[in-house]
């Protein structure tokens, strides 16, 4: 792509000049990578990626998209890409709130699902969805048209998703007091208090649900415990420290919340699949490859 080669080419994450819009080539298969996945709408012009959150994972190819409704912890690899191959993909976050404007907007907006969902689900790009891409993309190569025309675009973006086959998944993101949206403010709390002691009837309170209808609307959201969701943020958020920070294994585990740096380095080695250390070292090994140059 133009706009890569424009950048110094290579392989990693390029940013686009528009907020919140990020483009991805990669010329290998790297190790599986966990993160943080915001709201947001995954596409896939060339290549293969694999996601796992929770108990579940998700395989979406060329021309399909992933779209992630709440914040999510969960690892992604991408598959086969080669030098011959190179995998390509564009990622789009969501601003919540114009997508509730455009869903305002609507005619006929679409009714949330009212099923037992995850947050996470792949889908096609058709051929409306596509087109806004591609135009998109075209608007990368016009840095001073971008802050004009950008946010026409992310309302078309915005349109053809309520609209089309997944308008009732997204609008759940969008409606105020679905239990979507309820288990969401749930999640910004244990995002926001990630390193205090988690207790599931407080996180009820703060959705305005029951325990029991809490805890399962969270699960086959997440596909995960609140407490299974909330070790991941800390796992995460403790590698971002020894990534970042410089701090030590024990330094990390007790600033994310574990009184015991031996049970922080089981609970790291049986997420990651290896040692705080040695990961550390792999994944900065992983960015130095990234880099784009």
């Known amino acids: 792509m133009d706009l890569i080669e424009s950048r110094g080419g290579g392989q990693g994450r390029f940013e686009t000049g528009m907020a919140g819009v990020s483009l991805m080539r990669s010329f290998q298969t790297f190790i599986p990578v966990a993160n943080m996945y915001r709201p947001s709408l995954c596409v896939v012009f060339k290549g293969q990626k694999e996601i796992l959150f929770g108990e579940t994972t998700l395989n979406y190819h060329e021309m399909e998209c992933l779209v992630v409704s709440v914040e999510v912890p969960a690892i992604g690899r991408m598959v086969g890409a080669s030098t011959e191959r190179p995998y390509l993909g564009m990622t789009i976050e969501f601003d919540t709130a114009i997508l509730r404007d455009v869903l305002q907007q609507l005619p006929d907006p679409p009714v949330p699902s009212s099923r037992l969902s995850t ?19 075209r608007l990368m190569r016009n840095p001073p048209a971008i802050p004009v025309l950008f946010p026409a675009i992310m309302r078309e973006l915005y349109y053809w998703l309520l609209t089309g086959p997944y308008g009732g998944e997204l609008a759940k993101l969008a409606v105020p007091e679905t239990h979507a949206e309820r288990v969401a403010r749930a999640i910004n709390h244990v995002r926001d208090h990630y390193n205090q002691p988690l207790r599931v009837e407080q996180l009820a309170d703060v959705a305005g649900m029951s325990p ?80 784009p140059r």
Do not use: W
Request: glycine share 4%; net charge positive; hydrophobic share 40%.
């Open 119 to 137: 947050c996470v689900f792949v889908g096609s790009v058709d051929e409306q969805l596509a087109d806004c891409l591609t135009r998109m993309v």
């Open 212 to 291: 029991s209808s809490f805890h399962a609307h969270f699960k086959a959201m997440t596909s995960m415990t609140p407490v299974q969701y909330q070790k991941q943020i800390r796992l995460l958020e403790a590698r971002r420290l020894m990534l970042s920070d410089a701090a030590n294994v024990s330094e990390a585990a007790y600033q994310v919340g574990y009184e015991s740096a031996s049970q922080f380095s089981r609970e790291y080695t049986r997420s990651f699949g290896t040692a705080p250390k040695r990961d550390v070292m792999n994944f900065r090994a992983l960015l130095a490859q990234a880099v």
